[in-house]
């Protein structure tokens, strides 16, 4: 997929402003005001057609009349004007425009959507690149460039952090306004660098996808946070991710929706359609998102991530001055699903080397409140970076007002310098103003809770296995090459002929092509052909209902199990249509299925959900009990292979089932990694086709012994839906 | 039990420091220092054979010689000299002393330890208090008596401290010296007010508790932050934890050792054995103990605590200035288990009533950015306050540069003064000093992360349950009164006669004792009297080995289930006494046990391990798969009555398996939990014998059908073990 081209909106050669204002408390006022404040070299042209002067910045009195090419207008003017306004920009050749002005789809009613519709189609028909509206604007860095009202910016720090020489600068996505201004301004105060912060508003044509896009391929950008309520492009947000992978630059998000509440906030806000949290959950997962649920979270990620070498294992050494602070600390990390191993013999003895008799070597290293009056830190760091058992540090202090941090700083710095792990730093006092500082000259990062160290190294450790496996399995394309090139034609032409929802019989068909097969059964339509039915197929059997008006057959009586001899199934079979005829009169029969019973198995759910947002998605889930009590379920986008669908199998609480247990055979779990792909395939050939398919339940049987698909529902979209 | 009398020590008339030095940068020198720095107004006079002053401070040649009756000592000398000064200190009718000094169990080797041994049996014989040693001391604002050489503490904030008028302080008791004063350097940054600092050290005679029972005697504490490496006294934290329920006065806790890293850490530091992490959990649990997992989140929840009204019930309300963090904010406190109701009509229609088209007003209210020019904050907030229908609120608003706030201080002032729920304020940007003064005048809780309210809320609003729970049903001495005086001597009788572990057939006797019975069986020698006992218990049988020294039967070859016929059994005996004979030669075989095969049920285990803090801790599983792989299991200590014994049952993540589920019946709960209650009587009335009880698997039957303990261990202490 083409990258969008950017560059005229975030490095524009001359800006205007339509929309000037010379209230500076007023949102109008303030965007000029800013964008002088920050100290932008190329040219401010602010629109004003009777106003020689907004605050002492010259005007032109329309756009077309700017001195110099504008690349980029800034739109804040009540929202009914807006397309004009685009309109004239589009004519004088400027290149992009940020539209501030509210009044769009954030609204309720259909007017505003059809505006905001309409500034969408501007931006596409005359290929004028829009951003907004009902933005907060954007600052880039690097240009001194501020256009945005959001009061949240320390000017005074601007100069100072776009002189940071880091090629690792953290971007910030925002959709909300607020949030991302608030990430910035939070994130200053620990001496983060940034690159460019950009709020995206509506997204009328500028979206999240693009500005990603952009910030990934950016030289000097490291790492990207962003603030999510719904992502308008699935498939395209996956290539991104992926991409971001390879790069080995982590997308941290924070996603609201998780809730009912959030979800209401989300929706209403946003007025689009969004797809469940658990599919973005799956895909963050899979792709190695790092999904955050705080500011300080984010921040305590990115940090790492931009300051830190790569995390590379799990084993983290602690260095405390603090007996208790070090256990807490070591109770975090293990908290976190990292490990804090007692080193070997050698390193502590290496480390008693140079350790008094009342410190403790075994790890955590407690280098005891002495260490302010001796090298005691500077050793253990030394020693632990050298050292091959451990993969980073934590390095604990009190930096409130210690002075030894600037005593220690010159050798430090050297081992600093040519770290080949992450070395993080915590303070359990609030760190003073100048110990902040001696750590961001040092290139260190700076925490200052115990969660913080523990969420970063194991963020970043679960995004390098994601990186790990995506390059180890050089993912599928985003549809699967069927080698049955008829199956795909054959799985569609049944599905056309079907209604909405197929019943068993009908699905089993379906689901044949793919070579997923139900137990032996036979569709017949009277109580004496079901009794022939089963003599043929072989006791017990089960009986159920096949009507489409029907999907849920126990719920309605529709279900009878493990019937013995013809006579049991022909009397059941009576019942049963007697039953339906009169509790449900208008239900469409299509007969009754007589079906072999399966033996027990450990019992499975395996299903597809075409998510709104990110397409089919497969899940797994342990049945039973476990399926409705403890919600053990695990899921994953398409496309998938052998080894994603064994790792989905271990994504499950409950994974240690399918392994040999209190003399319970192992299960077989190659029948059931083969049984996912097959079902994802089948969900990708009919993508845009198939709302859900539920197998439920999938019996799994010991090793060798393969599984059974015990039941089958296929719902297809009233009309085929095209991929987001 | 009596509370001691801790006002010599907290509140002393006059201060002696044994081992005052000039130089302020080191320990000895700092202590002088920042008693004088803190402003106490009590006399101050520094031992020294030589000096006539120290700092400028006039000195005493002894403390004997000391002007006026000294109430507190501070020994800052070496580990060795530290007996003899606390013996002249008792001469001289010193009421308490605080130890700095460190060299003692700290560290390793027995002199250390003889060293602390020697100063408790001081402190108990001479009547003197005795802090520390090892501790960095403490701090009552009150006094403005600063006894510490912490280099945290602001002291020009220590007079506004002590004026503020607040009747719930926070009271702080650290056994980490760093981490007492940091939470306190935390706390001032947050406004908060905060009564007594105290670090306990090595605890060689005051203990956690002692300061505990003081803090919650003390009428102007409202609630007191704990970091525990161990509670020397589990008992009595117990029966402080109920008064704290009762006085409703949150206990918030941070306790280490929760990995083994952290253990690992805590043990060291500390040299004392402690309980398992599991029993503290229990306790905490059971007694509304709050606790928490980083520094911050104490702070969050004590700010709520002392601040604002009690929390009463689960129900939310957010009114917010953005759309995006409202959403956020939701997903957070949906996360922490409270709700976040949508609005009634009618109330939505009270808040439309002020809100414009744009707003939402569904909950979150979300009053957008446009707040800062109206009072719809203002108006929404007063609008919950009045509402029924939640019982706390969050204000959600960017406090970096919001001078809004200011002008709406005398409009909130009156709503807050008169609240009656909770109102918690959260800034998504970094609040700005005058934003928190602003909040802190109102009296209004000031948040900075999203976690924070939600965490606050939710905490408090379990310690509401535990103290509604507490209340309702009076609790149980500790000891169970025994209706049946003689089953304690008669189970006492059969353990004392038995060796260290009890086979199930001597366990079962035990049991018998106090109702709990096992499936009919017999303890038989041969095979041939296996096969009588067998046909008289009626078929199937399962065959149990009966060793003392093997526990552990199964792994053992020592049990076979499922016998159907005598001659089967007989078979099957031969078998295994030979196959335990030839691999356990030495094993002291007393028989097998014929046992009639309970019929299956919903599998749990039950039992009790004697804790080394807290006594006899009842734990209750779900059993098979489910105890072993999702490691599902809630414990309780004593005592157990029945309504404890439900909320037991209730705490189980599989507690909906005991409800009758997919056609499957409810369980026999009222038998699962008179079984607790009969076991708990046991392990009270054998409290000090038992090591451990161990009912695996109990199969519970559908209801009014009861239970079956399949089988059962109980394994005892080498020694009897006195109650901590």
Same mark, same amino acid.
């Given at each position: 997929m083409?990258?969008r081209?950017l560059?005229?909106?975030?490095?524009?050669?001359?800006?205007a402003l339509i929309?000037?204002?010379?209230?500076?408390t007023?949102?109008?006022?303030?965007i000029l005001a800013?964008?002088?404040m920050?100290?932008?070299?190329g040219?401010? %042209?602010p629109?004003?057609a009777?106003? $020689?002067?907004?605050?002492?910045?010259?005007?032109?009195k329309?756009? #077309?009349a700017a001195?110099r090419?504008v690349d980029?207008?800034?739109?804040?003017?009540p929202?009914?004007s807006?397309?004009?306004?685009?309109?004239?920009c589009a004519?004088?050749?400027?290149?992009?425009?940020l539209?501030?002005?509210s009044?769009?789809a954030?609204?309720e009613?259909?007017?505003? @959507?059809?505006?905001q519709?309409?500034?969408?189609?501007?931006?596409?028909r005359?290929g004028i690149?829009?951003?907004?509206?009902?933005?907060?604007?954007?600052?880039?860095?690097?240009?001194l460039l501020?256009?945005?009202f959001?009061p949240?910016?320390d000017f !005074?720090?601007?100069?100072?952090l776009?002189d940071n020489?880091t090629?690792?600068r953290?971007?910030?996505? *925002?959709?909300s306004?607020?949030?991302?201004?608030?990430?910035?301004?939070?994130?200053?105060?620990?001496?983060l660098a940034?690159?460019?912060?950009?709020?995206?508003?509506?997204?009328a044509?500028?979206?999240a996808?693009d500005?990603?896009?952009?910030?990934l391929?950016?030289? @000097?950008t490291?790492?990207v946070?962003?603030?999510v309520?719904?992502?308008?492009r699935?498939r @395209?947000f996956v290539e991104?991710?992926r991409r971001?992978?390879a790069?080995?630059k982590p997308i941290?998000?924070?996603?609201?929706?998780r809730?009912t509440?959030?979800?209401r906030?989300?929706?209403?806000?946003t007025?689009?359609?969004?797809g469940?949290d658990?599919?973005y959950?799956?895909v963050?997962?899979?792709?190695?998102v790092?999904?955050a649920d705080?500011?300080?979270?984010?921040l305590?990620?990115?940090?790492?991530?931009?300051?830190?070498?790569?995390v590379?294992?799990k084993?983290?050494?602690?260095?405390?001055i603090?007996g208790?602070?070090?256990?807490w600390?070591a109770?975090?990390?293990?908290?976190a699903?990292?490990?804090? &191993?007692?080193? *070997?013999?050698?390193?502590?003895g290496?480390? =008693?080397?140079? +350790?008094p008799?009342?410190?403790a070597? %075994?790890?955590?290293i407690?280098?005891?409140a002495?260490?302010?009056?001796?090298?005691h830190?500077v050793?253990?760091?030394?020693t632990?970076?050298?050292?091959d058992?451990?993969?980073?540090?934590?390095?604990i202090?009190?930096?409130?007002n210690?002075?030894r941090?600037?005593?220690?700083?010159?050798?430090?710095? &050297?081992i600093?310098?040519?770290?080949?792990k992450?070395i993080?730093?915590y303070?359990y006092t609030?760190?003073s103003?100048e110990s =902040?500082?001696?750590l961001?000259e040092?290139?260190?990062?700076?925490y200052?809770?115990?969660?913080?160290?523990? +969420?970063?190294?194991?963020a970043l450790h679960?995004?390098a296995?994601?990186?790990?496996?995506?390059?180890?399995?050089?993912?599928? &394309?985003?549809?699967?090459?069927?080698k049955?090139?008829?199956a795909?034609e054959a799985?569609?032409?049944l +599905?056309?002929?079907?209604?909405?929802t197929l019943c068993?019989?009908?699905?089993?068909?379906?689901l044949?092509i793919?070579?997923?097969?139900?137990p032996?059964s036979?569709?017949?339509?009277?109580?004496a052909?079901a009794?022939?039915?089963?003599?043929?197929?072989?006791?017990?059997?089960?009986l159920?209902?096949?009507? &489409?008006?029907?999907?849920h057959k126990?719920?309605?009586?529709?279900?009878?199990l493990?019937?013995?001899?013809?006579e049991?199934?022909a009397? #059941?079979a009576?019942?049963?249509l007697?039953?339906?005829?009169?509790? /449900?009169?208008?239900?469409?029969?299509r007969g009754?299925?007589?079906? $072999?019973?399966a033996?027990?198995g450990l019992?499975?759910?395996?299903?597809?959900?075409?998510?709104?947002t990110?397409?089919?998605?497969?899940?797994?889930g342990?049945?039973g009990?476990?399926?409705?009590?403890?919600r053990?379920?695990?899921?994953?986008?398409?496309?998938?292979? +052998?080894v994603?669908a064994?790792?989905l199998q271990?994504?499950?609480?409950?994974?240690?089932?399918?392994?040999p247990l209190?003399g319970?055979?192992?299960r077989d779990?190659?029948a059931l990694?083969?049984l996912?792909v097959?079902? #994802?395939?089948?969900?990708?050939d009919?993508a845009?086709?198939?709302a859900?398919?539920d197998?439920?339940p999938v019996?799994?049987?010991?090793?060798?012994?393969g599984?059974?698909v015990?039941?089958a529902l296929?719902v297809? /979209?009233p !009309?085929?839906?095209e991929m987001p």
């Amino acid at each position: 997929m083409m990258q969008r081209d950017l560059s005229a909106f975030f490095r524009p050669r001359a800006v205007a402003l339509i929309g000037a204002a010379e209230d500076k408390t007023k949102i109008r006022g303030r965007i000029l005001a800013q964008l002088v404040m920050g100290g932008y070299a190329g040219g401010i %042209f602010p629109i004003h057609a009777t106003h $020689k002067a907004v605050q002492g910045v010259p005007t032109c009195k329309s756009i #077309a009349a700017a001195p110099r090419p504008v690349d980029l207008a800034l739109v804040a003017i009540p929202a009914a004007s807006v397309p004009q306004a685009l309109e004239e920009c589009a004519d004088a050749g400027v290149k992009s425009a940020l539209v501030f002005s509210s009044g769009f789809a954030e609204e309720e009613g259909s007017a505003p @959507r059809e505006l905001q519709a309409r500034v969408r189609d501007i931006a596409r028909r005359r290929g004028i690149l829009v951003a907004g509206p009902n933005s907060v604007g954007f600052l880039n860095v690097a240009e001194l460039l501020a256009a945005t009202f959001s009061p949240a910016i320390d000017f !005074a720090a601007l100069p100072r952090l776009r002189d940071n020489t880091t090629s690792r600068r953290i971007g910030i996505i *925002s959709q909300s306004g607020g949030l991302g201004f608030a990430l910035f301004n939070r994130g200053l105060r620990r001496h983060l660098a940034f690159g460019t912060i950009v709020t995206t508003g509506n997204e009328a044509d500028l979206d999240a996808c693009d500005v990603l896009d952009f910030m990934l391929e950016d030289e @000097r950008t490291g790492a990207v946070l962003m603030f999510v309520e719904t992502i308008r492009r699935g498939r @395209r947000f996956v290539e991104l991710a992926r991409r971001a992978l390879a790069l080995g630059k982590p997308i941290i998000v924070a996603k609201i929706g998780r809730s009912t509440a959030g979800t209401r906030a989300a929706v209403s806000h946003t007025a689009s359609l969004t797809g469940s949290d658990a599919a973005y959950e799956a895909v963050f997962r899979r792709y190695g998102v790092i999904r955050a649920d705080d500011q300080e979270d984010m921040l305590d990620i990115a940090a790492a991530a931009t300051l830190c070498p790569p995390v590379t294992g799990k084993r983290v050494g602690i260095v405390t001055i603090s007996g208790g602070v070090g256990g807490w600390m070591a109770d975090t990390i293990a908290g976190a699903g990292l490990d804090v &191993p007692e080193f *070997s013999a050698a390193l502590q003895g290496r480390i =008693r080397g140079f +350790l008094p008799s009342y410190g403790a070597a %075994f790890n955590p290293i407690d280098i005891t409140a002495q260490a302010i009056q001796n090298d005691h830190r500077v050793r253990s760091v030394e020693t632990l970076e050298a050292a091959d058992e451990i993969d980073a540090m934590v390095v604990i202090s009190s930096l409130v007002n210690d002075n030894r941090l600037a005593a220690e700083k010159a050798a430090l710095a &050297p081992i600093v310098a040519h770290r080949r792990k992450p070395i993080l730093a915590y303070s359990y006092t609030l760190p003073s103003e100048e110990s =902040r500082a001696h750590l961001a000259e040092l290139g260190l990062p700076c925490y200052t809770s115990l969660r913080g160290p523990a +969420l970063a190294l194991s963020a970043l450790h679960r995004f390098a296995m994601a990186r790990a496996a995506a390059t180890q399995a050089p993912a599928a &394309p985003w549809v699967i090459p069927n080698k049955l090139a008829r199956a795909r034609e054959a799985a569609l032409r049944l +599905l056309d002929a079907a209604g909405p929802t197929l019943c068993e019989c009908d699905a089993q068909q379906v689901l044949a092509i793919y070579g997923i097969q139900g137990p032996p059964s036979r569709l017949v339509k009277t109580p004496a052909a079901a009794a022939i039915a089963a003599d043929a197929l072989g006791y017990p059997v089960a009986l159920k209902i096949q009507s &489409p008006d029907l999907p849920h057959k126990s719920d309605v009586g529709g279900v009878v199990l493990g019937l013995g001899d013809a006579e049991a199934v022909a009397g #059941a079979a009576e019942t049963m249509l007697a039953h339906i005829a009169e509790a /449900h009169p208008t239900a469409a029969i299509r007969g009754l299925l007589v079906q $072999k019973m399966a033996r027990p198995g450990l019992e499975l759910i395996a299903g597809v959900v075409d998510d709104a947002t990110f397409g089919p998605i497969v899940t797994l889930g342990l049945g039973g009990i476990h399926v409705e009590v403890l919600r053990d379920v695990a899921a994953t986008p398409l496309p998938v292979d +052998l080894v994603t669908a064994e790792r989905l199998q271990s994504q499950l609480r409950g994974a240690a089932l399918f392994r040999p247990l209190r003399g319970a055979p192992g299960r077989d779990c190659a029948a059931l990694a083969h049984l996912l792909v097959r079902l #994802a395939r089948l969900a990708g050939d009919a993508a845009g086709r198939i709302a859900s398919i539920d197998l439920n339940p999938v019996m799994v049987y010991p090793e060798g012994e393969g599984l059974a698909v015990v039941d089958a529902l296929i719902v297809q /979209h009233p !009309a085929p839906r095209e991929m987001p």
